[in-house]
């Protein structure tokens, strides 16, 4: 028998079973958790079956519950916790730095993650997962990789339990390589630590740029034209050059060079970017990214965003040399002179503040050529051992409670959330803020017009302590539900168990957008507009348009934005048969079986099957079909007879056409860059796309003017696999 004792937040839940404390994840025990993730991890090395990872982090992992509950636990992660999100952040990783898959989560959320990851265990080594022998040559090796982070001078400043880093620890793990002498000479640079994106740009003798990558390392699959396409623009009418950026004359240098930048948005752009482009950006951190990594950017905003200079290097030259950028101090100040390095925390603060671009904390570069090589860097982590990043502590601020709105999730799971009045923190105006769980939330004793204090560090963080006024009117949590009617069930999560409840239709309309790879429509979107209920269901999505008005009178909305999404749905309006059988959201039938099962059965004869309400002669097609077993030909056929009203309604909206098994003509293997659209193109005449090269490869298709090496390229040459260039193999397939 299970006793349920206490939860303190949805997912997380401590139940004493047999005598013995089982802390589970969702579904999972931690330490399955743990074991499943390791599985994934290690598979997806060996195997490099991305969409199988995904699929596994997806319907295993549960990945949005399991970083929704990580995100807002709202108190240190625990030893088992970072290890968790660690394995997470490289699996994840993995996937996107050497395959196409994509949407396992929002760039958001990812950011969220890797900030909570950093905060709370100090250091992450990005794409040090990387697979090495896919990596491509990377010019400028010194230049990739993060920073150090430490959120506290002294020791002393910690609180108790705290694993994060001080100043103090970052300088004794390398204090006993010096003499004593040459310690207390120590000075370090301080500069302003900006929040944005970096990216490493590379330029030739003349400056012209030639490549953008982004901060880790670049994998052999990875577009690299996709990264930042910043290079292809120019900025506010000008191509951009590599000596402009760093403020020196043309032709500075005699041989290639490397810049490593931030990109950044400031203040002003934010609001033009909102108010007159209607793009809806959270913050300026977000704006760079939603900038920068959409595969449809107007290439307008781009004069909207800032290259800040931070480090350049020579090619082949060992030295690393720091910008200095007139408008910012770079204070030197001696090792031990800490209030001398707590008052330059304060003004480099304040100036970067004046600035109007983000900044998250202050960087001490240490001043002396011969104890950085001594120093040196730590390759696998990526880490210059001679700097570190002091972090700015959350701010805290003050607001108080407008309403609470108990939102319905994907499972039917309800969480609380707190709307407040309106409060600036480190750049972000934060109206609502997620309180975890209803336990959490009865904790909180919440009443409308409370003070409350907001905490902004990696997610906003509301709590009351005795300073603040108290409200009078009591908030009550719902006792049914607000969709369907039925009572609510908390056991411990509060949620709503009708499984034909509409709220259920939010999973499955999200499931469908990604399937069809429809762009621009985040699941912020979906939760907004269906909780208008302007999205119902699947179909709805083509109906939008209907409800412009309604959608544009809506908070952060407007007509640019309206019109972008609007176009992602119709540009994905051409489907096959098996694509859309396949992106209806049948519990694990997806668009692999579907293609199996339409080569046997054609949605023709499917649809008969529905009309005319014969479940049992459906059944019997589809067990017919190769490697289908009982089961699966059962969840098929309930599926597709509980989908039917929705795929009847897509029909209308879609142009579907009818799959036909082709012969394969080839395998065509990419390395070094991918092109969606020319892959679809190949697959429709018949050629099979592969990830690796060998006997049986067709062609290998590089980048044009390829000079790096791969180990695609190095097989392909020893078969004697022709080997074309991308520019080459488009004009074949006439694109
Ligand atoms: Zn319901």
Redesign the pocket.
């Known amino acids: 028998m299970n006793i349920h004792l206490h939860s303190y937040n949805f997912n997380y839940i401590l139940y004493l079973r047999d005598n013995k404390i089982i802390r589970r994840f969702h579904n999972m025990t931690r330490q399955e958790c743990i074991n499943n993730l390791t599985d994934i991890f290690l598979q997806l090395k060996e195997s490099k079956d991305y969409s199988k990872a995904k699929e596994r982090l997806i319907g295993e992992i549960k990945v949005d519950r399991l970083s929704n509950y990580l995100l807002h636990k709202y108190e240190k992660l625990d030893e088992e916790e970072v290890e968790v999100l660690h394995l997470l952040l490289d699996t994840v990783d993995l996937i996107y730095n050497n395959s196409s898959e994509e949407e396992i989560m929002t760039d958001e959320v990812y950011d969220k993650l890797f900030n909570l990851y950093l905060n709370n265990n100090g250091e992450y080594s990005v794409g040090a997962s990387t697979l090495e022998s896919d990596t491509a040559t990377h010019n400028y090796p010194d230049l990739r990789g993060t920073i150090k982070k430490v959120h506290f001078i002294c020791n002393d400043d910690k609180e108790n339990n705290e694993n994060r880093k001080s100043l103090e620890d970052y300088e004794n793990s390398w204090k006993r390589t010096l003499d004593s002498i040459s310690y207390n000479k120590i000075k370090y640079i301080m500069s302003i630590k900006w929040d944005g994106l970096s990216g490493n740009i590379e330029c030739d003798k003349f400056g012209s740029v030639l490549h953008v990558y982004p901060r880790g390392l670049v994998s052999a699959n990875e577009t690299i034209d996709k990264v930042y396409k910043f290079y292809d623009y120019s900025l506010n009418g000008h191509k951009i050059n590599g000596y402009d950026i760093l403020g020196i004359p043309r032709k500075s240098f005699d041989k290639p060079f490397c810049i490593k930048v931030e990109f950044l948005c400031s203040e002003d752009s934010l609001k033009i970017l909102n108010d007159e482009y209607s793009c809806g950006f959270k913050n300026r951190r977000s704006a760079v990214s939603g900038i920068l990594n959409s595969d449809n950017t107007n290439p307008e905003l781009i004069n909207y965003l800032t290259i800040m200079p931070l480090r350049y290097q020579l090619f082949n030259d060992k030295d690393i040399n720091m910008v200095y950028i007139s408008e910012y101090p770079y204070p030197v100040v001696n090792i031990s002179n800490r209030n001398k390095i707590l008052s330059n925390i304060k003004k480099l603060k304040e100036c970067a503040e004046e600035s109007g671009f983000s900044a998250d904390g202050v960087v001490l570069t240490i001043d002396d050529k011969s104890i950085q090589d001594k120093l040196g860097r730590d390759d696998d982590k990526g880490i210059n051992k001679y700097e570190v990043a002091y972090k700015f502590p959350p701010e805290v601020g003050t607001s108080r409670i407008i309403d609470v709105d108990f939102t319905?999730g994907t499972m039917?799971i309800i969480t609380p959330v707190a709307k407040i009045e309106p409060i600036i923190l480190k750049g972000n105006t934060i109206k609502s803020i997620n309180l975890g769980s209803i336990d959490r939330y009865r904790g909180l004793n919440i009443c409308r017009n409370d003070e409350v204090k907001i905490k902004y560090d990696v997610i906003p963080y509301l709590y009351k302590d005795n300073t603040c006024e108290s409200g009078w009117e009591k908030i009550e949590v719902p006792v049914t539900?607000?969709?369907?009617?039925?009572t609510l069930l908390e056991n411990p999560t509060l949620m709503?168990v009708?499984t034909e409840?509409?709220?259920r239709q939010k999973g499955k309309i999200l499931n469908y957008i990604n399937k069809m790879n429809i762009l621009n429509i985040s699941e912020a979107i979906v939760d907004e507009l269906f909780n208008e209920r302007i999205l119902l269901t699947i179909p709805d999505l083509y109906t939008l348009d209907r409800y412009r008005n309604k959608i544009l009178c809506l908070d952060g909305w407007g007509p640019n934005r309206f019109k972008l999404i609007w176009e992602s749905i119709n540009s994905k309006r051409d489907v096959y048969d098996y694509e859309l059988l396949g992106s209806l959201g049948i519990q694990s039938v997806g668009r692999t079986m579907f293609k199996r099962i339409i080569t046997k059965v054609s949605l023709k004869k499917i649809l008969n099957c529905l009309e005319v309400g014969k479940k049992n002669k459906l059944y019997d097609k589809i067990i017919e079909v190769d490697g289908i077993q009982n089961k699966t030909a059962n969840k098929v056929v309930n599926g597709l007879f509980n989908m039917k009203e929705t795929l009847y309604r897509l029909m209308v909206f879609l142009n579907v056409k009818v799959y036909e098994q082709m012969d394969i003509k080839g395998y065509i293997c990419f390395t070094n860059i991918r092109d969606k659209d020319l892959e679809e193109t190949m697959n429709s005449q018949g050629y099979e796309i592969s990830n690796s090269v060998s006997k049986k490869t067709s062609m290998l298709v590089i980048p044009d003017e390829f000079k790096g090496g791969s180990s695609k390229l190095d097989k392909a040459k020893n078969l004697n696999i022709p080997i074309y260039e991308i520019s080459e193999v488009r004009k074949m397939f006439n694109k």
């Open positions: 319905m039917g539900c607000k969709f369907c009617g039925e709503c009708n409840c509409p709220s």
